[in-house]
Each structure stands twice: as C-alpha cells, then as structure tokens.
C-alpha cells in the first residue's frame, strides 16, 4: 500500500526549530572550553568529565520537576525561564574562581536546561502530525545540528584567543533563543487544576516497572542513554582532551567535532523520513550500530596525523549514525501514548546516558588510557540495536500494528 503524502509540518515545529539552532550555536561554541577552563584548575580528565556530568546530572534529577511545571504553567513560559537560567549560570562560569563554582554554575544550568528540553519535547510531540513525528523530531534535532555546526568551529578559535570568551557568547546566544521563543511559540492554554494527591512509593515504583518493562518504550531509553552517553557525555568531555593530547590544537578539536555535527546534519532528514516509512526498528538498527562501529575506531591506538585523521573520520561516522538515534526515540514515545512523565523519562535517559558516560570514561582513561574507554563507549551505543531486534514496529506508515499501551 503506497504512503502517505508527507503532512505539512506546523509552525511551532519550525519554531522549536528555530531556537534550538540558536541554542546549539552557543552551546558548540563553548564545549572546547568547558573541558579546557575545568582543566586549567589542575585536575584529572575524571574531574574534567565531572564538569559534564554535572550539568547532566541535575538536567537528570530535576527531569520530573519540569514536566510538573509543563503540565502547570505550559510549554512556553517553562522553555523561556529554563533558557535564562542557563544563559545566567553560563555567563558566569566562566570567571568561575575556583573549580568548585564552576561546578555548582554548570550544576544550577543543569537544572534550567532540564526545564527548556522537557518543555520543548513536549511541545513538539504534541503538535506534530502522527504521520510525521519521526520528521518533526528530526527538525528539532536539525536545529541543534545545523547551531552545532558552526558553534564547534568558533568555539576553538575563541577558546585560544580567551577561555572564558565562549562563555559569554553562549550566554548571549541564549538570551536570543528565549527571545524567539517569547515570540514566536503559542501562548500556553490556561492552566487545568493539578491533583495534589500525593502517590504511594509502591504505585510509584510499580508505575516505573511498567515503563521499564513496556516493549517498545524500553528500547527507546534504552537508545537515548547511548545517545547521552556518546553524544552529550564522552563526545562533550573526552573528545576535545583526546585530540589535544594526540598532537592537535583546540581549534583542530572544534573542526573534528564540527565534523561530526556536519555529518548528522546532512542525515538527519533521510533518518527522520526513513523511521517515518520504513519504521523505528530499522533506523535504530541502523542508527546504533553505524554508530557504534565508527566509535569503536578510536579505540585504536594512533597520535600525530593519523590519530587526528582517524579522530575526524570517526567522529562523522558517529554523526551519521546519531541521526538515526536522534529521530527514532521520540517517535516511538508519541507512537504509544505521549505523556509528560514519558517525555520526561526519556529525556532522564539521555540525561543519565550524559552523567554516567563522562564519568565512567574519565576514570577509564585515567586507570587504562583512552582506547578502553572508546571501547566501552562503543558497546553502550550498540545496546540499543541489540535491544530494537525485538522490538515491535510502531510507526503508522508500516502495515504493522503498534503494541498496546501498558
């Protein structure tokens, strides 16, 4: 049976768009010096990938919070706060006078961004058509991309003229998306009563099982902690230390990770189209093994100019098989049943992903070298293709029906 015509995708999506290129344009921009300013405090690469984590780690734990304030106040007022909370706590780390500030600026950021992507998602998923979702998602994500293809570029030149340079151009960057936002998303609905009904700790976990165990929303956290993992953790705090290490300059780390960024752009809507009409699994399928194989090559020892040709190569690889991670997930949460804890608890995913990779792959590197730890890394992105070989195809476009909600 042929497929449908490709709906028109609405306004907001290309809103939501909109200010997440202008999000990640700051946010490329100061990666480099993230890692770099923690490092100059003298610490080890774990202490370096703490600088990461901990902006994950309170994205993570504050996830259910955000989509309270979703749920009471609306998508809008929720990504525009969340948005200032960031460009305020960025602007300030970097004149951070001790690593210990820095951390507690990048840990309060954390909080803010939780709220901004909860809210964004959110709002995404719910105004995309169902035939679409996957290619609304993907345009999303293409706003992030296409920011994160410059902002790498910049954040390495700006980085050697002044460390805490990036910072402010970050904080100003993000001053202009929560502007676009203000003006250019739907005011929120007026706000329905929240039950203050407290919930049983037995129901709570009782609930936690049932998503955990569901068949097709396991796969998807599943694939976004790899995505965390990989792409906002190890590739965030591992990535640039690597390069420099191996005989490059922080300018040539922010064209490797440039690379990458130009790699998962250029996929991004083939990935999106293809989990529209051909199905979720086979873009997960794709999407985490592609993946893992090119970060697999940077567990092969090499330095000086085929370590950094080795490094750029697989680093685009990665971003052709992030494109497919990038679409997927969010598709599949909309595919059985959108709600504000789900949205959240896929996001928390990714944000645990973004906590434990950083960490773990800094104490890898410390203990073993860097090899071990791109190796492990590449096995945690290949557990989700592993996981979508049974999962049910869900996407409405394939002659397969979706599984029953649990």
């Known amino acids: 049976m042929p497929a449908a015509p490709a709906p028109s995708l609405p306004r907001p999506v290309w809103v939501l768009g909109a200010v997440a290129f202008v999000v990640a344009l700051g946010f490329g921009v100061v990666v480099p010096a993230i890692v ?37 106040f609306g ?28 951390i507690a600026l990048r840990a309060v950021g ?41 902002g790498p570029a910049f954040g390495g030149l700006l980085t050697d003229v002044a ?30 009563p929240v039950a203050r009904e407290a919930v049983p700790l037995p129901e709570r976990l009782r609930a936690t099982r049932r998503l955990l165990g569901h068949p097709v929303l396991a796969v998807a956290l599943v694939a976004n902690l790899g995505v965390g993992w990989m792409l906002f953790g ?5 990535v640039t230390l690597y390069v420099v290490d191996i005989g490059g300059t922080a300018t040539v780390a922010g064209v490797v990770l440039l690379l990458g960024a130009v790699a998962q ?9 293809l989990a529209d009409t051909r199905g979720r ?22 330095t000086g100019v085929p370590g950094l040709v080795v490094a750029a190569v697989a680093m685009a690889g990665f971003g052709v098989g992030a494109a497919f991670l990038a679409s997927a997930p969010g598709a599949l949460v909309a595919d059985v049943g959108r709600t504000g804890g789900r949205v959240a608890a896929l996001q928390m995913a990714s944000d645990l992903g973004a906590v434990v990779g950083p960490l773990a792959a800094g104490a890898l590197v410390d203990v073993s070298g860097y090899p071990l730890a791109f190796a492990v890394s590449a ?28």
Do not use: K
């Open 36 to 72: 770099l300013f923690a490092d100059s405090f003298g610490v080890g690469a774990t202490a370096v990938g703490l600088a990461v984590s901990a902006f994950a780690f309170f994205r993570f734990v504050t996830g259910p919070l955000g989509g309270r304030l979703v749920t009471r």
């Open 234 to 238: 190890v590739r965030n705090s591992l």
């Open 75 to 102: 998508e809008r007022p929720v990504l525009v706060v969340g948005v200032l909370v960031v460009a305020v706590t960025t602007g300030a780390a970097g004149f951070a006078p001790s690593f210990a500030v820095f």
């Open 379 to 406: 096995c945690v992105v290949a557990v989700a293709g592993v996981a979508a070989l049974r999962m049910p195809e869900t996407a409405p476009s394939v002659p397969v029906r979706r599984t029953d909600d649990a």
């Open 281 to 302: 699994r086979p873009a997960l399928l794709l999407g985490s093994w592609v993946a893992a194989g090119f970060v697999g090559l940077l567990a092969v020892p090499a």
């Open 110 to 150: 954390g909080v803010g961004s939780a709220a901004f992507t909860i809210a964004a998602v959110t709002l995404l998923l719910r105004v995309a058509p169902e035939h679409a979702r996957a290619r609304a998602t993907a345009t999303f994500q293409g706003g992030f991309l296409l920011g994160g293809m410059v």
């Open 163 to 192: 460390v805490w340079l990036p910072f402010l151009v970050y904080a100003a960057s993000l001053v202009v998306a929560a502007l676009v936002a203000q003006l250019g998303l739907p005011s929120p609905p007026p706000a329905e």
């Open 265 to 273: 752009g250029l996929t991004l809507r083939f990935a999106g189209g």
